[in-house]
């Protein structure tokens, strides 16, 4: 990431991706309730992630840019957001 657009768009679209993974715990331990630390995603999980992540790229407020830098993104910036969002909405262990 070389701009400010984009790291501007990457910091947008993870607030809102957080906001919305905060919103449905129940989906989070569905879908990424059987991984570990440590495991490595699988492709299909890797395919769930990168659509969710661009339906948030589309809605940026500026919608044209996001689509010029983000052609096709990766998801490196956002795997941190899933990990943290899926920690967060878990019970909390004593």
């Known amino acids: ?5 984009d790291e501007q768009m990457i910091e ?3 607030n809102e991706l957080y906001e919305y993974l905060l919103k449905n715990p129940k ?3 569905e879908t990424y309730g059987h991984l570990k630390d440590g ?5 299909d999980i890797c395919n769930l992630m990168r659509r969710v992540v661009w339906s948030f790229i589309c ?6 840019m996001s689509l010029n ?4 993104p990766t998801l490196k910036p956002y795997v941190p957001v899933f990990k943290g ?3 967060h909405s878990q019970p909390e262990k004593n």
């Open 1 to 5: 990431m070389d701009t400010d657009d």
């Open 59 to 64: 809605k940026t407020p500026d919608h044209r």
């Open 39 to 43: 495991d490595k995603i699988p492709k």
């Open 69 to 72: 830098h983000f052609s096709k």
């Open 12 to 14: 947008w679209v993870s």
């Open 85 to 87: 969002a899926f920690r």
């Open 27 to 29: 989906w989070m331990k």
